[in-house]
């Protein structure tokens, strides 16, 4: 129960503001490449095996570096987008909140907040920017890199299909990096109506 409080009141708290046609940046936060790369170098292909028996280094390399990282693209786009409202969804924490319940969150405020998306650099390697990406196109709403440039869903597509054959180039098995990364379907915008 406390699980869906926390999401409720954040969520309250962006409706308080009446926050609309916001910038969202979808990011790595808690996963990406930094976190392939150390498991790879752990052989170790569970997430949550890795973040609970090397704690620390998780931290240390992945999410601290991630969080600085989603901090320059925000300022990057904030200085691009000069007037509108940016949400960094790395300074989301919230105790006691399971991945899912993020997905959850994040996917809420994009339906509801967010008129454009950035995506970040390594954002395809992310398991919740890849959901954020696609929900933004079927959304319809206007999609960019982290420097600007407008991305379509073709190219989106083609990002997230070469993320598979990078993460076996790492030594990832492919099996385990299929289950590292979800499934994405393109569903045109018409389609969902």
């Not at 292909?45 to 901090?71: F, G, I, M, S, T």
């Not at 969150?105 to 398991?127: N, T």
Request: overall charge negative; proline content about 4%.
């Amino acid at each position: 129960m406390h699980r869906q409080l926390a999401l409720e009141a954040a969520l309250q708290a962006f409706e308080a503001i009446q926050l609309r046609d916001a910038i969202y940046v979808a990011c790595p936060v808690s996963s990406g490449r930094r976190e392939l790369a150390l498991m790879a170098e752990l052989r170790l292909y569970d997430r949550e095996d890795v973040r609970n028996q090397h704690a620390d280094r998780w931290r240390r390399e992945v999410l601290e570096p991630n969080k600085a990282d989603a901090a320059k693209s925000v300022t990057s786009a904030r200085s691009r987008h000069a007037g509108r409202l940016v949400i960094n969804p790395a300074t989301f924490e919230l105790k006691g909140l399971t991945q899912h319940d993020y997905d959850a969150l994040c996917g809420r405020i994009i339906k509801s907040h967010v008129g454009h998306l950035v995506l970040a650099d390594g954002w395809q390697y992310s398991r919740g920017a890849r959901i954020e990406a696609m929900q933004a196109i079927e959304q319809g709403l206007r999609i960019e890199d982290g420097v600007g440039d407008p991305l379509d869903a073709d190219e989106i597509m083609a990002l997230i299909d070469g993320v598979v054959p990078s993460m076996c180039g790492l030594g990832i098995p492919r099996r385990a990096a299929q289950t590292l990364m979800p499934d994405v379907v393109h569903a045109p915008a018409t389609a969902l109506a």
